[in-house]
């Protein structure tokens, strides 16, 4: 089991590296650059909000099918076509109860239109990892790791031509970029769906009341804790965007027009209140917004390969757990191969944000905002592993429990810190919930499943963390005193590469990865 596990892994995290950060870190701040912070801060503050009710469209379904089928294969052609009409059934409720709450926390007719699309798009996302969980649940590895890439390879095909060539003679702007989107979800939800079909022995497109309600009874759990997670996940930008104030199109107008007049722009007094009333502007919803989502785009592009390693973890504890295997080197070895690199890439992020923010987002505007949320991924790469772990174990009232608490925290600290600190104080918020929530599941996992205490691991991880923050230093060190990062901007990417290469080097050497340890789990069967 093991074996299967790193080996399709690592074909997972190599797929995903190939394709994601060319969306992540190229497609979209430059789609960023040319509609402005505004503009896709509006967008990103509706994406997270069409991601919040979430319950409703798949009330836990995705989890419990991938669990469910890892134990029992043969549940595929009795289940799939009943859970396939009721996801479709459950996006109508969810498309509805969207366009509602959007409706009553004030959005135009603008923003309808926009969250109609995203919500739409939001369905097909689901839909597509319903059909995955399918793939996951059978130990299809291989082909779940190419339709986990394919959406956004459509994606950066259309979005490129639409970019960089004038073939298409069509102009980005945000919903150019959404619709964008649409299309590659949709061929992306059919080929999976061709693919499950070929898996199944027969199809039939009906509704069946009584299967329905009784698969919603057994993931309820699973909704409950989707909804909960998403909340403290997601309510960042939402909060952002509705707490600060709206931009002023009156005074942007004329702020404008004063720049476009160098005789009334040279005058003191009209330059001195045109600065002042630009800096309102950029502390607007909208605009930090747009400042927490360049920041946050780093974050996404690293919670994508930890994600992955996730759904790829389920099915296997699900089955170890059914057939009482020891988990607990299986445990110990995916934390130490997820939380070596979270380390490094978190620490790296803290000292070089800077460079960072100037190099995938053209400004270092968000640059103190990326510190902080990059802080993040150790703690969210801890709750990958033990999160999935206590899913898997059927945990869920204690999972609620906990992301009940974090909800509580995030929203509390959000009310504060926002109004205050704009989008820097999201970050703090963000980085305490998770902190928190991720020191809770370990705990948990650990009572639950009587795991030692290991002293060793725990003073390896110390050393290891120290080793990191050491290299960063003296590496960043070099990458703003040597001589050389004056003739060459980009001379600071050598001195990140070697402190990378440092680091990974120093994990070995402190033994927190042990070669002769990854081989025997790869030669096991």
Known sequence: MQKKFITN????????????????????PRVQ?????????????????????????????????????????????????????????????????????????????????????????????????YLRSNLLGLHLFRTDSIISVLDRFIMIIFCGLIIWTSLTGITMDIMVFVYTQT??????????????????????FTWNWPFSLMIMKKSFPFAILILLMTFYNRLDAVMIERILPTQNPY?????????????VYNIPAVKKMVDRENKKQTQTGAEQAGVYAKAFRLLDA????????????????????????SIEPLVKLSFTLIITPAIIVAAGSFFYAEELSLLINGKKESAEVLALLMS???????????????????????????????????ITLNFILIPRMFAYGAAISSLITQATTAFI??????????????????????????????FNILSHNMAVNSKYSENSPYFWMLCFTLMCVASGIWAFVVRLISIKSVLRFIRYN
């Not at 797929?15 to 979209?28: A, D, R, S, T």
């Not at 005074?251 to 005789?263: D, F, H, S």
């Open 376 to 410: 993040c991924f150790v703690a969210i790469a801890t709750t990958y592993i033990f999160g999935t772990l206590l899913t898997a174990n059927g945990n869920l009232k204690q999972l609620n429990q906990m992301a009940l608490l974090g909800i509580c925290i995030n």
């Open 441 to 470: 599941q370990i705990l948990l996992a650990a009572g639950i499943f009587k795991f030692r205490t290991n002293m060793r691991l725990i003073i390896t991880l110390i050393l290891f963390a120290c080793g990191v923050v050491t």
């Open 251 to 263: 005074m942007v107008q004329l702020i404008t027009k004063a720049k476009e007049n160098p005789v």
């Open 9 to 28: 892994l690592a074909i997972l995290i190599v797929m995903n590296l190939l394709v994601k950060p060319g969306w992540i870190l190229v497609i979209e």
């Open 33 to 129: 650059t040319l509609v402005g912070n505004h503009d896709y801060g509006e967008y990103f503050a509706l994406f997270n909000f069409s991601f919040l009710l979430n319950i409703i469209l798949d009330f836990g379904i995705t989890n419990f099918n991938n669990k469910n089928i890892a134990q029992n294969n043969h549940l595929l052609s009795k289940h799939f076509s009943g859970l396939f009409v009721l996801k479709i059934g459950l996006a109508f409720i969810y498309l509805a109860a969207t366009i509602v709450m959007g409706l009553f926390m004030g959005y135009d007719v603008r923003y309808t239109k926009l969250l109609m699309i995203l919500a739409a798009n939001q369905f097909l996302i689901s839909m597509i990892l």
């Open 302 to 325: 690293a919670n994508m390969i930890a994600f992955l390693f996730s759904l790829q973890l389920l099915p296997v504890f699900s089955r170890m757990i059914k057939y009482k295997e």
């Open 183 to 204: 299309l590659s979800y949709i061929v992306t939800a059919i080929i999976a769906f061709i693919i499950v079909l070929r898996k199944t022995d027969h199809f039939k």
